[in-house]
């Protein structure tokens, strides 16, 4: 198993290496200007990065905290390391995150299509609460919202 920390986004650097996972994981990337906005708000929006030995960071996790709840707004790993467990143990960590934080609840929302995905969010536990019609673009397309109950169980 691949030595990991997961730990706050710190650096400019980091924001780089978000960025560059972006580009190679989503049809339509979240931008700089959206994430430099987004870090002006430390109360609310947390990014953690998941590092290795080989990556300073090889995949991150952005979510909101609002009260008791954490909504995930992207989760993704540099898709050369996939299928090795990296975006379980960094779901872990962030719901770890969120429990430390007094959130008892996560929401989130995803591709209809993207089954990896949905998988992974499943067997952490979540589960489907509703269908967001043609929430996506680039191709248009539905999104299922998914939630996560017991974040301080």
């Given at each position: 198993m691949i030595?990991?920390?997961?730990?706050?986004?710190?650096?400019?650097?980091?924001?780089?290496?978000v960025?560059?996972?972006?580009?190679?994981?989503?049809?339509n990337?979240?931008?700089?200007?959206?994430?430099?906005?987004?870090l002006?708000r430390?109360?609310?929006?947390?990014i953690?990065?998941?590092r290795?030995?080989?990556?300073?960071?090889?995949g991150?996790?952005?979510?909101?905290?609002?009260?008791?709840?954490?909504?995930?707004?992207?989760?993704?790993?540099?898709?050369?390391?996939?299928?090795?467990?990296?975006?379980?143990?960094?779901?872990?960590?962030?719901?770890?995150e969120?429990?430390r934080?007094g959130?008892s609840?996560?929401?989130?929302?995803?591709?209809?299509?993207?089954?990896?995905?949905?998988?992974?969010?499943?067997?952490?536990?979540?589960?489907?609460?509703?269908?967001?019609?043609?929430?996506?673009?680039?191709?248009?397309?539905?999104?299922?919202?998914l939630?996560?109950?017991?974040?301080?169980?």
């Amino acid at each position: 198993m691949i030595d990991v920390v997961v730990e706050r986004l710190a650096s400019p650097a980091d924001l780089d290496g978000v960025l560059d996972i972006e580009a190679a994981s989503f049809n339509n990337p979240t931008t700089r200007e959206w994430y430099d906005g987004e870090l002006k708000r430390p109360e609310v929006c947390f990014i953690y990065v998941l590092r290795t030995p080989g990556q300073p960071v090889a995949g991150f996790c952005a979510f909101w905290r609002v009260a008791e709840q954490i909504h995930i707004n992207n989760l993704a790993i540099r898709p050369e390391l996939r299928g090795q467990r990296l975006g379980s143990r960094l779901l872990q960590a962030v719901i770890a995150e969120a429990t430390r934080l007094g959130a008892s609840h996560a929401t989130l929302e995803v591709r209809r299509s993207n089954l990896a995905a949905i998988r992974l969010y499943e067997q952490a536990g979540f589960s489907q609460a509703g269908v967001r019609p043609n929430y996506y673009t680039k191709p248009i397309e539905d999104a299922l919202v998914l939630v996560f109950s017991s974040c301080s169980a």
